[in-house]
């Protein structure tokens, strides 16, 4: 059973940090590019960073120099290390996992980020 299981979440400040994690299982993590987006209420899903295989790494204009993704395969895990936070940042954060060979695709259920004064 694959599972994606986000964390790190929560309630900050403007201009405060968050590092969300993504843990993945049951899949073979090395070969499954890794993305973070975000969702609201009012907009659709939308992709915020992306890391491939082999460590590269793309991101929206709206969070470059902001936000850095990462991963670690030894841990299953992709992260989002998130600085200079701001209002409009406020999203649930789900990762996905996307197999570099076939049409697969696995979704976490999310983790809420709340930035607010």
């Known amino acids: 059973q694959v599972q994606l299981v986000e964390s790190g979440g929560g309630l900050v400040e403007p201009g405060g940090s968050l590092r969300l994690s993504c843990v993945a299982s049951g899949i073979t993590f090395s070969l499954y590019t890794m993305y973070w987006y975000r969702q609201t209420p009012e907009k659709e899903r939308e992709l915020v960073a992306g890391?491939?295989?082999?460590?590269?790494?793309n991101y929206v204009d709206f969070v470059k120099g902001r936000f850095t993704i990462s991963r670690d395969n030894a841990k299953n895990t992709v992260f989002l290390q998130m600085n200079r936070l701001k209002l409009e940042d406020t999203a649930v954060y789900l990762c996905l996992a996307k197999f570099d060979r076939g049409p697969l695709d696995y979704w976490g259920q999310g983790t809420q980020v709340t930035v607010s004064s």
């Open positions: 890391i491939s295989r082999n460590g590269s790494t």
